[in-house]
Every structure is written in structure tokens, then in C-alpha cells.
């Protein structure tokens, strides 16, 4: 048969039509597929599909990501509300008008063919998304279809998939997916409804106020924390330290017990200061510290956290565009398993061609064998992340560029052998009062070289050490502390709690965390701390719908869409059990309407509020700074509440352009307050209000 030209030479010719998830994961699967390696890519519409032969016609066309989505079969029926349906997402959201055309381009491509081919990720979004396609743009075609199942967009992996199809889709993923979507759709919906409404009800405001099955516990978990870190009364205590010599080098000891008087603190401190202690016992020993072990999404995402300080969700977006170059595998894991089909040394030699892995990877290559050190975890779908052993052929941005590194030392270091250190404990005299030295080293780097410099370990010069030596004592010092409350969740120990109550999926909780900052029911991006209209929804949801926060809840739930997934429940029973309750937590609601709209009304005032409060006014002492706009001239400022009463004229300029939100915080040079600036496609900085404060910011026009 002749090569495919394309456009009209469909229409006269039955193929394969595979429908993938993203343009380019279509762009790949073309490429991999085609006989030749060079498809041809037409457009209609501004919709690209690619032509190919590989022992026959093959058409490849991508969808953007969801193009069908839930919707209320009734418009503006309030809430409740139970009757629902797919639709294409134009007919739910008016951004989407794009999907119209998406849809159509694939239903004319549909016509002709007599094969189709899920080809989309293999997993709960991504079976979802091609089932819909099949169904509905495809004209019932969803049944008949068959599955392309890979963890990679390379040649290789793309071509195995193509040539060994699965018969038919993954419908128990699919019954699955589509339970957790109108699940969480149901309890979205309605929740969220109840709450906007009670607040236009009662105050005439509109505000967009989300809560949901995942949400709701997750708000629960940071109001929790919050009121332990208020409530917390601080504990006084004392410490005693002493510096001492031995061999000529300086080393701090500590008296062990905490001292809870300062009394007691003292008497020691006296007693135990002389100019000369002795060693009285030294303890060895060695430790072995395994390797570490594959990379599931979760753990990549709290350790790109802790290394880079990057947000759960830019960790997600950065990892799925690593994928669709084939540099890495299907990131949206739970595995922590790397089964030897993926071909260990395969991908060590293709690594060994980058200089940065060229030392690490060959001294992998010479042992005689290659045994990852692996988790618990297994997905059945898709093994941990790993590299593909593919290079990048452009630059990288700086945030691929540390993931994909550490990506692939994570990998190196799975396959070497253990670290191994030596601890040493002393205890040293001072007239008979006990003080420790702890020092370690490292005697073997084993796979500590191998994840440099993701990893590091104290190393610590160990001096001679006689049990019945002297020692030069140099001080005894005492210093008062006090005990600190529990610390706020931060992205990376909010999903360690999430994963742990086994709220969400490996897929959903970083974009939970995320949503829960863009309904401004947090402060901060490091310590997550929730405000006041935070806690006045949360306070809402405890008192009148109390199980729609409650951890339990959510994970029964997950449990029994795993179990849909494994045939032992029914989407029909699980959704008419989630109906029932939903009709008698929205009759509270309901019922609770003015309550509810008074208490979520003030929440919203003083949220709306403390977006505008700079700080206390330098001046009068007496007002707050708030960002005012002038009637007159339009133009935002920063003003005295004092001005409102007659008391103050304080004022500053403000950028009239993009985004200022306060930021608590005083200049160091001139101590007037500080704001934040955001401005799209650039980097926030932060901007002294005084217009005398130099250096002066100069991108950014004030009035």
C-alpha cells in the first residue's frame, strides 16, 4: 500500500483511528508508529491529526485533556441537585468554545474508520477521557475499541503497545473514574451551591466558595492544626552546654535531662563548672543506611518541595511535560516498584552518554547485577518513576531541568549498594554531671555519591577517644527556651497527612492544596495557615454537615471505588448511597440558611478586609493601612483608616498595574510598610511604599 498523503485520501480508505490524550502525546504515538518515522500532520479547523502506515492505515488525533464533563440536566435549578449528565464541555463551560470544533474534527475522522484505539494515558483521567470519545464523538464506539496500554512515550515502548493491543477498554477503571467524577461532581455542586447562596441570601454579596468530598477534610486537617498552634501556651525550660577541647579542636557538649526550673538549672551550672572533665564511657558502632527507594508521585513531589520549594501542583505540571518528551515515565504513580522489563541497562546506557551521569552509570554497568532497592507500593497500571534514558534535545527550563536530574539520580542511586557510618556517643564529666558528644562520619559513601547533591550527612573530625581522659573545659553556659507549638502543614507534610488518611488520589491532592489557595481560604505558601474565611467555612461544614469533613467518610469512599474497580461493588448502589446522604445533609442546609449566610457573610467581610491591610499606619500609631481606590481619579493607594475619623492623612502611591497584595512586613531600610507585586509572565517582588526609600523599584508605574 502506498504512503499515506493525507486529507482526502481518508475518505476513500477504511484505517485505524487512535485517539490520544494531548497533541503531543499524538505528535509521539504518530511518530513511533509510522513505518518511516515521518507521519503527516494535517489540520482542520486548527485541529492536528497525523496520517500513518504501519501494515495499514492508522490515523492519529489528540483530544485536550477532558472533552466531555458533568452537568445539571435542569439550568439554574439551585440546589439540591441530582440529575445530571455528560456533555461536551462547551455546553458546561464557557471558556471551552474550542471543544466544539476539537469534537467535530474527531467525529468527521471517526466516520470512515473501522478500528479505533484508546490510546490515551493509562489511567483513571486518562481512560476516562478516551471511553467519552469513544461513546460520544465516536457514535457508541466504546465497546468495540481496543487499548493501547505503555508507562513511556518512546519508539519503543509506543510500538510494543501498538502491536500488542489490549482487546478491549479497562472498564473497570473506567466505571471507576466515572463513579469518582460524578461522586465528587454531586457533593461539589450542591455543597458549594448551598454555601454561595446562604451568602447572597442573607448579605446580597456574591462570593465563590467551593467546598468538596476531598476538600472539606483536607481544611479540616489545617483548621486543626491552626487551633492547636493558637491555643498552644509555651512551656519554659533551660539547657546546659559546655564547650570542651580535646586534641586542640572545639567541640559543645550538652547536659542531657531537660531542666524544667531555673533554679535547679543554676545549681547545676555551679556545680558542674571546673576547668578540667574526664571521658567516662565511649560507644561505637556502625550503621547501614539502605539505599533509597523509586520515586511514586507523592514522594517526588515532597521531595521536590523540600529541595527546590516547589508547589505540589508545579512539581505535577512539570513532571507531565517531562513525560510527553519521553524523558520520563507515566508520573501519576503509586508504584514504588521498577519491574526488570523496563530494561535496567538499557537505560544506564543511554544515560552514560550525558557527561553529568557518564561516571555514575558506568560504574552501575560493571557490577554483575542490577537489583533495585524498591517500596511496598504497587499501581497495577504503571511502575514508579524512572527515567527513559532519553536526553533532552532542547534546552530545559530550570524547573525540568532539576526535576529530570533528580529524576534520574534517584534512579542511579536505587541500584547502589549501601552507605555505611559510624556513630560515636560520649559521655563526659564535669564533677560527676553528665554531658554527651555525639559525632558521626561516613566510613562508605555507597549511594550517597550516587545522589549528590540531593543528599547530605553530617561529617564530623573525630578526635583520640580514652575512656579516662581529660578534657579542657573552657565554659559552662546556660540559656532558656521554651517549648514551641506543633508546626503548620507546609505542601510537602499536607500531602504526607492526605496520602497517610488516604484522602484524594496520587492525581488529585496537590490540585486539592491548590484550590484551597485560589478560594482564599489560606495564608502563605510554605506554612499553610488558614484565615478567617477559612475557618468560617470550615466552621460552617462542622457544625450543620459534619460528615462531609470527616476523613472516614472520604476514605470509605475511596474504598469503595476501588472496589468498583476490582468488581466487587456497584457504581449504581455507591452513587445512590452518596444521593441519600447528600438529600439529608442539603435539608440541613437548607433549613440553616440565615445562620449559615451571617456567619460565612462576616468571614467574608474580614477576608476581604485582610486582603487590604497592609499594617499599622507609622504615623498616627492609632489607624491600619488599607489599599483604597480614589472616586475621583480611579487610581489605588495606600490610606489611613485614621482619615475616615479626622485623625490622619497618611498615604502612599501604589503600581497601577498588576496585582499588590500586602505581605506583613516593613521595609529594613526606612521601616514603612512592604507590599508584593505580581505581574503576569514575571516573578513577584516585593516594593517599599515610600517613594524617598532608595533603591527604588523603577518597573513599575505609581500614581
Known sequence: ???????????????????????????????????EGKPKKSTQNGVPYYTVYRGGAIVVVPAIGHLYTINSKKKNCGYPVFDYQWVPRYQAEKKAKRVRVWLKVISDLAKNAETFVDGCDFDIEGSIIGYTILKYACGEKQDTAKRMKYSTLTNEELQTAYDNLLPHLDFALVEAG???????????????????????????????????????????????????????????YWKLTAKIGIDGKAYAVEYEPVLETLAEAKMIQDAAKTKTGTITSVEIYESTVNPPIPFDLGSLQREAYKLFRYSPMRTSKTLQRLYLDALISYPRTSSQKLPSVIGYGNILKKLQKAPAYTKQATELLVKSSLKPNEGKKIDPAHPAIYPTGNLAQKPLDTASKNIFDLTVKRF???????????????????????FRLSLTRTLAEGWFRFYQPYVWFREDVLPPLVEGYPVEVSRVSL?????????????????????????????TRAAIIQTLHDRRYLNGTDQLAVNDLGFGVIGVLERYCPTVVSPEMTRILEEKMDDI???????????ADTVETLKQITTELKNKENLIGIQLSLALTQARLDDRTVGACPK??????????????????????????????????????????????????????VVTVYLRGKKPWTLCLDPQCTPKSTDLKTG
Open 412 to 434: 542511579l542511586a536505587v541500584f547502589a549498594e549501601p552507605a555505611v557510618r559510624q556513630n560515636v556517643n560520649v559521655t563526659i564529666s564535669l564533677n560527676d554531671y553528665p
Open 178 to 236: 466515572l463513579t469518582r467524577h460524578e461522586i465528587d461532581w454531586l457533593y461539589g455542586i450542591n455543597l458549594s451551591r448551598a454555601l454561595t447562596e446562604a451568602v447572597k441570601a442573607t448579605s446580597g454579596q456574591y462570593a465563590t466558595l467551593s467546598t468538596g468530598r476531598v476538600q472539606g477534610p483536607t481544611l479540616q486537617f489545617l483548621e486543626e492544626r491552626e487551633k492547636d498552634i493558637q491555643s498552644f501556651v509555651p512551656t519554659p
Open 479 to 507: 540559656k532558656g527556651h521554651y517549648t514551641q507549638p506543633p508546626p503548620r502543614y507546609n505542601p510537602r507534610s499536607l500531602l504526607l497527612e492526605m496520602e497517610k488518611k488516604q484522602i484524594g488520589t496520587k492525581a
Open 1 to 35: 500500500m502506498d504512503k499515506i498523503t493525507g486529507g482526502v485520501w481518508l475518505e476513500h480508505v477504511k484505517y485505524t483511528l487512535i485517539v490520544t490524550e494531548k497533541p503531543d502525546a499524538a505528535n509521539r504515538i504518530a511518530t513511533a508508529l509510522d513505518e
Open 565 to 575: 474497580q476490582q468488581g466487587k461493588e456497584n457504581k449504581q448502589k455507591v452513587l
Open 620 to 673: 498616627c500609631g492609632y489607624g491600619q493601612l488599607v489599599i483604597l481606590r480614589s472616586k475621583k481619579s480611579k487610581k489605588r493607594f495606600v490610606g489611613c483608616t485614621g482619615f475616615f475619623e479626622g485623625k490622619c492623612n497618611m498615604a502612599y502611591p501604589l503600581p497601577q498595574i498588576g496585582t499588590v497584595k500586602p505581605c506583613g512586613d516593613i521595609c529594613k531600610k526606612c521601616g514603612a510598610p
